[in-house]
């Protein structure tokens, strides 16, 4: 188990990209630890107002400039990868277990379920996800609720696709109808020895997941559609400095970069992971 | 006739979908709190006119009643009335859908016609220093927010460089060209007016780089790693021992088979793609169909947000198909086996 | 002596994950014009390596090789590249390759492929030109419904006709030496003996050396005049057939004749449970080689 694990870590290693996005996952999620205490105006993420310093060019106290409202952009870029971050994990803490159950149920039982099951699953993959996201969110509140509980129902069947895919493809090989022969329950066979098949290209997809969730979440706050003010929101930051794009770029230009930065980072994450699982070793 | 049944199955199988996908929105956007009459009416009007205008849009019915009813206007071409723009939702997507596609359609094309020669020239030098420098400008992915680079070109090129306008189709002076197809570059250049195409073009070329920019990385990245698998091969092991004529034939040789994967997995980025297309409309004003959809989802404009949503479900479908269309003609065993 | 092709102290290791692998250890071998020798070992002595090194497209990273292929008196492990591909590959050397499913590309048609082939001897020959020549070249080792092969793709031909197709892409220009790896070891018995007869008649016709590498000693027997046995990257023995089958002397060899399961039953060989180090018993060389190797000073 150790060696398997060295292996993967030596694979893993031999692209520098790879290695690159682990180290800006790992910053990433320091600073939302972190946040209270690496930022200088912690409270500024909040209902504060300072007209005094209104929209000040980055400085040597404002990293990164202040916004109409005198508030601190980097202060509030900080938490507003915290708030990001939070939303996320939280989607994809529901959507991937409920994805794979109806994936791996979809996928083993033939029949109506599957027929149905799919269709389901086909609809909800025929939009864009982000389009579905507005239309969904746009009709109800978006509010933090809303917004998790309408991502995480547009999610999980992209999880059931995959697994549906891949138990479609495995059920009928020797190791399987070996396993049913020994007298393996329907439970074991799905659950474990289909599904940690499965696993590699989930936890690869994940790590984009957890990339593309937020960058859904900033599009959303774009359009106006994110969480409420006064929380602090990548996408809402960078959709109110549009208007004043050419004489205050720091108030896009920053929360703009930060959701790239972030992005990138489990692209290239993601990336390595795929390759580590696929590489053969010679 | 094997493809062409295909073709029928798979049209067949997208319309029931994309009839789940009708029910689905219609039925969502009927559910809403809030009065829609009310809404497209005003606070202003009287209770009678409020209901007046219920009994006209049907709300009053029971759910499916209304949604064969909408159904049957489908069948004719009429997607209702929108609120926003007081105008039929039909004329408002084809005065809206050619700006999208023309975008679509040079984001597309950047695509491929960058994407997968990059990626097969980097998986032939792999290891060496231009394979790393493609790859450092494919770190993007499919889900790089393209409204950030939108932002980030629009600061470097029209602001600081001057080089290229800000936003819209078309300069103010200028009258948009002759409507044949409705794509300003085409129909200007076919009308031969150059003046025009030139400028419709260099509004076109920021928000389409926008666009393309995470399918663009992801072509790349896509074709390099299957390529290195197809370079593999022991058919291509066979190409070299024979000392294939060209270069090229090596190319031929080792790239198609290496397109089958790759144009399946593109075909799964269109989506995400034609999702990024409402936020790069957002931020260069493009006047295309998803900045109306978005302005219709903020003002709960019921009819013109199912009428958009069908039109980009249609659009992905057909997409979707055509791409698999694509794969039979490229993979003889889909054809033929 | 004049031998068509000389390998000289040949060396090959690998640069892997904690370690370096030596695959192949100072092997010298022989190969005269028109003659049929076979290297004999099992998987993973790296026999079909050696072949990869002759023609030059071992194109590993961590691969270093040392030593010298001389073909003709020219070191081949020193040429340019293009001097390779424009002289050696596919014409004065080709090869065969071992899956002949695996070795066609799947999404091309037999007629390209082929084509590719014939158009290395003349890059500008017309299309009627082609036919004409894949049409004569496919006769010869006897496929009917020409016409549908060459359209067809890989996926739709037999087993046994994509490795008579191999064979006739390798003969089709006259090389002076074919390498043959592991040929027609996907195969049936029947189609295999075919797959060899054919290959020896026509490789007869032209007056092609012929290098097989394989781990069937039914092959050897059948095929070759004169036979190596290899063992982990060394030759362990050297020898003309009949002394190789008749009076083996190296352990390995005698193991691997024993090895070979005998119609007369008698049940499984006796294998000594703690086999010595083959590669470091001596090399044994029968003498009749000299005499053997007398016809072609």
């Known amino acids: 188990m ?15 990209f790879s290695i690159l996005g682990l180290i800006i996952v790992c910053v990433v999620v320091l600073i939302t630890i972190f946040v209270p205490f690496i930022t ?5 993420a909040g209902k504060v107002v300072d007209f005094s310093n209104m929209n000040q060019p980055p400085n040597n106290i404002n990293y990164f400039g202040t916004d109409t409202l005198g508030r601190d952009v980097f202060s509030r870029t900080m938490f507003a990868y915290r708030t990001s971050f939070f939303l996320s994990l939280v989607v994809l803490l529901i959507a991937v277990p409920v994805g794979i159950f109806f994936g791996l149920l979809g996928g083993y039982f033939t029949g109506l379920f599957e027929n149905i099951l799919m269709r389901i699953v086909d609809v909800f993959l025929s939009l864009p996800a982000l389009v579905l996201a507005m239309v969904i969110i746009g009709l109800t509140e978006h509010s933090m609720t809303y917004i ?19 138990t479609k493809s495995i059920k009928n090989e020797d190791y399987i109808a070996a396993a049913k022969i020994c007298g393996a329950s329907n439970f074991h066979i799905l659950f474990f020895e289909i599904l940690p098949n499965c696993l590699p290209s989930i936890l690869t997809k994940i790590t984009t997941d957890l990339a593309f969730v937020i960058m859904i979440i900033a599009a959303l706050g774009f359009v106006g559609l994110g969480v409420q003010p006064p929380i602090p929101d990548l996408g809402r930051m960078t959709a109110d400095g549009m208007d004043l794009v050419f004489d205050s770029y720091w108030l896009s230009l920053f929360p703009g970069l930060a959701i790239l930065f972030l992005v990138v980072g489990f692209n290239l994450l993601g990336d390595g992971l795929r390759e580590a699982f696929d590489l053969d070793l010679r | 006739m094997k493809l062409f049944k295909f073709i029928i199955s798979r049209i ?16 969502m956007a009927r559910l809403i709190p809030g009065d829609p009459a009310r809404m497209a009416l005003g606070d202003r009007a009287s209770l009678e006119q409020v209901e007046a205008m219920r009994e006209k849009l049907l709300l009053n019915e029971p759910i499916f009643i209304q949604y064969f009813s909408y159904l049957k206007g489908v069948f004719r071409g009429d997607l209702g009335y929108s609120i926003f723009t007081k105008k039929p939702v039909t004329q408002n997507i084809y005065d809206f859908l050619p700006a999208t596609l023309e975008l679509l359609l040079f984001a597309g094309f950047f695509m491929i016609v960058i994407g997968v020669p990059l990626g097969a020239i980097a998986a032939k030098n792999n290891g060496k220093l231009s394979d790393f420098i493609i790859r450092f400008f494919a770190i993007f992915n499919i889900v790089t927010p393209a409204f950030v680079i939108g932002i980030l070109l629009m600061i470097l090129f029209s602001h600081n460089l001057g080089w290229l306008p800000i936003a819209g189709r078309i300069s103010d002076p200028i009258f948009p060209p002759v409507r044949i197809t409705g794509l300003y570059t085409l129909d200007s250049l076919i009308m031969l007016d150059f003046k025009n195409f030139i400028d419709s073009l260099k509004h076109i070329l920021l928000p389409s780089i926008a666009l393309s920019l995470a399918g ?12 290195l698998d197809t370079l593999k091969a022991p058919y291509t092991e066979m190409a070299n021992a024979f000392a294939f004529s060209d270069k090229t034939i090596l ?10 994967p790759t144009i399946t997995i593109i075909g799964l980025d269109f989506s995400a793609m034609l999702g990024n297309a409402f936020l790069v409309e957002m931020v260069f004003d493009w006047p295309g169909i998803a900045k109306y959809g978005v302005h219709s989802i903020m003002n709960a404009d019921l009819n013109a947000i199912v009428g958009v949503v069908l039109i980009i479900g249609l659009m992905f479908l057909v997409v979707n198909i055509l791409i698999d269309i694509l794969i039979a003609l490229i993979n003889p065993k889909v054809r033929l086996g | 002596m004049n031998s068509l092709l000389s390998i000289e102290s040949l060396e090959l290791s690998f640069e892997l994950y904690k370690r370096n692998l030596k695959v192949l250890n100072e092997i010298n071998l022989k190969l005269f014009k028109g003659e049929k020798i076979a290297v004999v070992g099992e998987s993973g002595s790296g026999k079909s390596v050696m072949l990869r090194i002759i023609l030059g497209i071992l194109h590993d990273k961590n691969a270093l090789i040392r030593g010298k292929v001389f073909f003709d008196s020219i070191d081949l492990r020193i040429q340019k590249e293009s001097y390779m591909k424009n002289h050696i590959r596919g014409r004065e050397i080709s090869m065969i390759f071992q899956d002949p499913m695996a070795s066609l590309n799947p999404v091309f048609t037999i007629r390209d492929q082929i084509t590719n082939v014939i158009k290395l001897k003349n890059k500008n020959l017309k299309k009627n030109e082609i036919e004409d020549i894949a049409f004569e070249q496919l006769k010869k080792v006897s496929i009917s419904d020409i016409g549908r092969v060459l359209d067809s793709y890989p996926f739709q031909l037999s087993g046994g006709m994509a490795q008579r197709i191999l064979i006739i892409m390798a003969l089709m220009n006259n090389p002076k030496i074919v390498l043959a790896d592991e040929p027609s070891t996907a195969l049936d018995v029947t189609l295999q003996k075919q797959a060899l007869n054919l290959m020896n008649e026509l490789t007869n016709e032209i007056q092609s050396a012929v290098l097989l590498v394989t781990h069937n000693l039914g092959v050897v027997r059948e095929f070759a005049e004169r036979v190596y046995v290899i ?27 024993e090895a070979v399961p005998r119609l007369t039953g008698n049940g499984l060989p006796k294998f000594d449970p703690n086999p010595p180090d083959y590669e470091k018993i001596k090399k044994f060389s029968h003498p009749s080689l000299s005499k053997y190797y007398e016809k072609y000073s």
């Open chain 2, 12 to 27: 067949f199988s997208s319309s029931i979908t994309l009839f789940g996908l009708s029910i689905l929105i219609f039925c």
């Open chain 2, 251 to 260: 190319f031929k040789y080792a790239l198609k088979p290496a397109l089958i």
């Open chain 2, 216 to 227: 663009l990385s992801q072509a790349i990245r896509l074709t390099r790693a299957n390529m």
């Open chain 1, 40 to 44: 200088p105006f912690p409270e500024h």
């Open chain 1, 148 to 166: 998790m509980a309408a991502i995480s129902l547009l999610w999980w069947p992209w999880y059931s696709r995959l697994v549906y895919s891949i």
């Open chain 1, 2 to 16: 150790l060696e398997n694990i060295l292996i993967f870590w030596f694979k893993f290693k031999m692209n520098p």
């Open chain 3, 231 to 257: 063992y982990r990257g060394t030759i362990v023995e050297e020898g003309l057939i009949d002394d190789i089958f008749n009076n083996p002397q190296h352990p390995y060899t005698i193991a691997l004749l």
